[in-house]
């Protein structure tokens, strides 16, 4: 019998993360790599190197040749239609050549011609396209933090702000409880969206608002400056956990998790504001336990496998 794995990709503007997972469902750790993007080269070279990406992946996941290709799984960044698997980015300085193209379509034959692919494809072979959040928050959901949870928000801390509302080990993307698409990124918030203060630059801003020097900190540096007993820089990240809530407090009362997972590059700094965030939940009478994933790219890919296992 052949022996089914799946190839999972977490896409980003600057670069890819993948791995790929076995038949049992578990991440064949040695496979788990990181490549440049390519998001600003043209379309061929782009799905080019999607194309070499898979045989790099099926090549260390197999050097025998005795698996098969079960499934490709894409966390992708929007706006995309994810279930066509159209882009419509644009103007965004990422992947701008794929706008309006059929890219699982193309991807799809390509593969299925490409001599070092075509022979290893299972005849039942998925490719799949998902939001990279969504994702978290499905793998979060069945494998991670939230799994022994009935209703999770899960959310994503880093360039923007990214969002998964699951309830039962589904994703829910569209009900009276939850923002459309179960995405607060464009939650109105201060005098814009939610995504321009809950993210890197949301933090960054207020570091400078603060009358923070940031004398060429980012993110990272202003958290070793605040372990390190930096009072200005603990007041931030306090201020930012309040805000957290402050922009989110709506709708997590109305969904009403039994839990939060924090996942994404701000995350890792979680202990520095989660006390703030977690303090102004319970004023406002939100009583949902607050954790931080153990391994955002993991639960992504999980998230992948368990979306190519669905379908």
């Keep these: 019998m052949q022996e089914g794995i799946y190839l999972a990709f977490d896409v980003g503007g600057t670069s890819i993360k993948a791995g790929v997972i076995d038949s049992s469902g578990r991440i064949i750790e040695h496979t788990i790599s990181e ?9 061929v070279n782009i799905f080019d190197h999607f194309v070499q990406m898979a045989v790099d992946l099926l090549g260390l996941a197999d050097p025998e040749g005795q698996k098969w290709i079960a499934g490709i799984g894409y966390a992708f960044p929007g706006p995309f239609d994810y279930e066509q698997g159209i882009s419509y980015i644009q103007g965004l300085n990422k992947f701008d050549a794929l706008y309006g193209m059929q890219v699982g379509e193309q991807l799809q034959k390509m593969m299925l011609l490409d001599t070092r692919l075509k022979d290893r494809i299972m005849p039942e072979f998925l490719l799949r396209f998902e939001n990279d959040a969504s994702l978290f928050a499905i793998g979060e959901a069945h494998f991670g933090q939230a799994a022994t949870f009935r209703k999770a928000v899960c959310l994503t801390l880093g360039t923007g702000i990214g969002s998964g509302f699951v309830e039962s080990g589904k994703l829910i993307i569209q009900r009276d409880d939850v923002p459309a698409g179960g995405w607060v990124y464009a939650i109105p918030y201060r005098s814009s969206i939610a995504d321009d203060y809950i993210s890197r630059r949301g933090l960054l801003a207020l570091a400078s608002e603060q009358g923070i020097n940031l004398d060429g900190r980012d993110v990272k540096e202003l958290a070793e400056s605040a372990r390190a007993g930096e009072p200005s820089i603990q007041q931030l990240f306090d201020t930012f956990g309040e805000r957290i809530e402050e922009a989110l407090a709506t709708v997590l009362k109305t969904f009403n998790p039994d839990v ?4 994404g590059q701000i995350s890792k700094s979680g202990e520095l504001f989660i006390p703030s965030f977690r303090r102004q939940l319970i004023h ?28």
């Design 35 to 43: 490549y440049p993007s390519k998001a600003n080269e043209s379309a």
């Design 284 to 311: 406002k009478e939100i009583h949902a336990s607050v954790v931080v994933s153990h391994d955002t790219l993991r639960s992504t890919l999980m998230g992948i496998y368990h979306l190519l296992q669905e379908h």
């Design 260 to 263: 939060i997972v924090l996942g």
